[in-house]
């Protein structure tokens, strides 16, 4: 598969559009459980508008590298949604390896967001960029062999030709990697029991403390990266999930409700457990890379 799809161009800017409602979605189921009223389903878009109102504050000690962070964090996730397809539909661009190349792309946006936070010379967001840094690499193992179930299973090394694949794994294969994916989904999206998006507390925080310096537009591109990058992770588990040979507008819809679906269950993951000590959260990620090497070995029975 090598090609360009001017068709599913749509597809990033659809990413971009609805990826804050997603958080909204979150919020709101956590508040059910929690018997709230909640906050509006919109707030992270009023959140973001509020910020980009604003004007941004710079330490003297910082230099271009912490400015360009944010933006260039956003331009990655962006230039990622343009691998991914969804609901049936090849991603805009789509050839042979382009998995390893989206792998990448996540990991040269994390790059920038941690020599942003190192570059304010603060202790403090250096211990956050430490912390991001070890779960990460220990994270993209799980993801990769997530991957390579899919791979080896249909025999195509793009996203869009095994995401599209119907019946791609078995069912307990399938129920494994779903598993280890999800997983993979609340430590990348700094989600409990990985980690809290809400919490302000020096000896939990993660990904928080490194964005603590930035302000105004800045702290707008990296709210919106982080929406992207929790639709992208979403999109991606769901097609594994419910593969869809189909494309067209039903299918995108239908598969817009498996990742809502998906929002709402990761509100309730967060309702229901509580956050991991630091020092329980490899475990729990080296636990989902076992059920992927157990999804893989299942390929090979």
Not at 134 to 153: D, K, N, R, S
Not at 159 to 166: I, W
Not at 180 to 189: G, H, K, S, T
Not at 206 to 232: C, N, R, T, Y
Request: proline content about 4%; charged content about 10%.
């Amino acid at each position: 598969m090598n090609a360009f799809n001017p068709a599913s161009l749509a597809y990033p800017v659809i990413a971009l559009a609805v990826s804050p409602f997603l958080l909204g979605l979150i919020n709101r189921t956590k508040a059910v459980w929690a018997g709230r009223r909640g906050q509006p389903l919109l707030q992270a878009y009023y959140d973001i508008e509020k910020l980009f109102g604003k004007g941004a504050v710079y330490s003297k000690t910082t230099t271009w590298v912490f400015r360009a962070g944010p933006i260039a964090s956003l331009g990655c996730m962006v230039t990622a949604s343009f691998l991914v397809p969804f609901g049936g539909n090849p991603a805009a661009l789509a050839f042979e390896g382009d998995i390893i190349l989206f792998a990448y792309i996540m990991g040269l946006a994390r790059f920038f967001t941690v020599a942003a936070a190192l570059d304010t010379g603060s202790a403090f967001e250096g211990m956050g960029a430490s912390r991001e840094v070890f779960f990460a690499v220990i994270t993209e193992v799980v993801f990769f062999l997530g991957l390579a179930a899919l791979v080896i299973q249909t025999g195509s090394v793009s996203l869009s030709g095994v995401l599209k694949a119907e019946g791609a794994l078995g069912w307990a294969s399938t129920s494994l990697v779903a598993a280890a994916l999800f997983v993979v989904i609340l430590a990348e999206n700094c989600r409990i029991p990985v980690d809290d998006p809400n919490t302000h507390l020096e000896l939990t925080m993660i990904h928080e403390v490194m964005v603590l310096d930035h302000s105004g537009p800045d702290f707008a591109f990296i709210q919106a990266a982080q929406s992207v990058k929790l639709w992208l992770t979403c999109s991606i588990l769901a097609q594994a999930l419910i593969p869809v040979m189909h494309g067209g507008v039903l299918s995108s819809i239908y598969m817009v409700n498996v990742v809502l679906a998906l929002c709402i269950a990761i509100g309730t993951v967060e309702s229901t457990m509580a956050r991991l000590r630091l020092i329980n959260v490899p475990q729990l990620i080296v636990g989902a890379g076992a059920l992927c090497a157990l999804g893989l070995i299942l390929l090979f029975r």
